[in-house]
């Protein structure tokens, strides 16, 4: 009688069981605990969640409870120093959904201990940490990644295609909208908000929508916005945000996007984010809508304040499948299940002196490597500067982009004076 081959192992570490973590992780986790991962190129691999790190413990003591049998019996770590206790479990990678503003630190430990890494967006807030983390996962030999799950929404796949095949040619402007409702800010993320933009939080998604597909050199980034619902009107805290980004084109011309981002929507709005997108092509237009493309339901009691009469089953949707199994899919879990394929290929699908390979293929991968995390990070980077300046009664500023006074430049409307945010090359 065949017996089969003993499955690899890849045990995993999260930090932050928040919100994000139970829309992707949690269901991925799941997942992984019930079937594992298999891949042609590296075999079976069980993918148990060994351990977490998480500020109270309360949220990873409750599920732990309450998905008995559904996932793997992790260690529970909180407090201070829980990530460093965390990394003293088994553990080949970890992934990071904390607030964006504890990105850094938290990665940062994380590759020091040669662990694979997968981050939120944005990855971090400045091309500073940018390099520091890029120059850490090159000398640990590890993986590096960030979350940015809009790259395998369908529509966003579809246009990059497109793009790519020279059916949509030279993006003259686009404007992109991501509105959030006020439970966002004032539930969900309350304890974090303050002194913190909409824009940074979902911009991103966008940015690096538009950096992967169209390319360009980025050139120029501004910035204005509105306060006084999450925040006093003067102060640091935004309720939303106007991002203006330019790029030029090989040829001189210019493409300009704005990217409109708030979280002070209305919580009986009948979708739970208003997402929306035009780019104007030379040769075309693509518009795209979120809740447009999808269904509406309305349920006596529910909708639209605690069940939404459109539904974006793209990003996430539990449901009952044809056979009675019940499953979580979309393109947030699949994001996941893509870098855990990566780290996969790297560890197992093949030789170990054939590893250093298989590690530059998966870093060279620019939809999610921190490497090409830059332009993004840049304009996140610009963007919060800009922000601070207008909350300090300075408002018009504009960044530019590698220009001969450093790689970011903030420069004051009306005055000769500038301040260089970076000096490297962006």
Known sequence: MST??????????????????????????????????????????????????????????????AATGRIHPFQ?????GAVER?????????????????????????????????????????????????????????????????????????????????????????????????????DQFAEWITGRNPGTYVAVHYVKLIDFTFGGRLKSVSATGQRGLVGQADGPTWDSVQLRIVYEHADGREACHDVHTSWVTPDNFPGYVEQEVQFRFDDGIWNGHSRKRGVEVTVEGRTPISMKNSVNNHYNAEVLEPWGQRTQYGYGVRVI???????????????????GRRLEAMQSLDYNDVSADRNTVAIVQAMEAILFRHAAGEPDCVVRVNDENGGLVLYRPGSTEFEVLYEGGV
């Open 4 to 65: 089969l081959p003993t499955p690899h192992r890849l045990p995993a570490g999260m930090v932050g069981m928040g919100m994000i973590f139970d829309e992707t992780y949690r269901p991925f986790f799941e997942q992984a605990h019930a079937d594992g991962l298999y891949g042609r190129a590296f075999g079976d691999v069980d993918v148990p969640l060994n351990s977490v790190a998480t500020r109270t413990g309360q949220r990873a003591e409750r599920y732990r409870d």
């Open 76 to 80: 529970s770590h909180a407090g201070d």
């Open 86 to 186: 965390m990394l003293g479990d088994d553990i080949a990678f970890v992934c990071v959904a904390t607030p964006d503003d504890r990105h850094f630190d938290a990665c940062k430990q994380v590759l020091e201990a040669g662990k694979h890494l997968l981050v939120e967006k944005p990855s971090v807030l400045s091309l500073d940490e940018l390099d520091e983390l890029t120059a850490l996962a090159r000398a640990k030999g590890v993986l590096a990644k960030v979350v940015y799950h809009k790259l395998l929404d369908p529509d966003h796949m579809k246009l990059r295609t497109l793009v790519h095949d020279g059916v949509l040619n030279h993006v003259n402007s686009g404007y992109c909208t991501l509105l959030e409702p006020k439970q966002i800010s004032g």
């Open 337 to 355: 299940e893509r870098f855990v394929r990566e780290v996969a290929y790297t560890e197992f699908g093949g030789p170990e002196a054939d590893r």
